[in-house]
């Protein structure tokens, strides 16, 4: 009989998943804090879109990777 009470993702991967959206959030908060007209200086261009793209690369790792816990817990 199947358990239809198990998680698509391990706990590792929840916690990852976490970070890469709050990497996310802090990244486009500092292309607001930009003094630069438009959000044309160095946080709005260069900084803030770099770590957005790093929070992006950890949610791709965060779905990608496989949880060795959750793998020992289906037998």
Do not use: C, S
């Given at each position: 009989?199947?358990?239809?009470?198990?998680?698509?993702?391990?706990?590792?991967?929840?916690?990852?998943?976490?970070?890469?959206?709050?990497?996310?959030?802090?990244?486009?908060?500092?292309?607001?804090?930009?003094?630069?007209?438009?959000?044309?200086?160095?946080?709005?261009?260069?900084?803030?879109?770099?770590?957005?793209?790093?929070?992006?690369?950890?949610?791709?790792?965060a779905?990608?990777?496989?949880?060795?816990?959750?793998?020992?817990?289906?037998?």
């Amino acid at each position: 009989m199947e358990n239809k009470n198990k998680l698509a993702f391990g706990r590792k991967n929840y916690i990852l998943m976490l970070v890469g959206i709050a990497v996310l959030a802090v990244g486009f908060i500092i292309m607001t804090l930009d003094d630069e007209q438009y959000g044309l200086g160095f946080m709005g261009i260069t900084l803030g879109p770099i770590v957005v793209m790093a929070g992006f690369v950890i949610e791709l790792f965060a779905i990608m990777v496989k949880d060795r816990t959750h793998e020992n817990t289906e037998e």
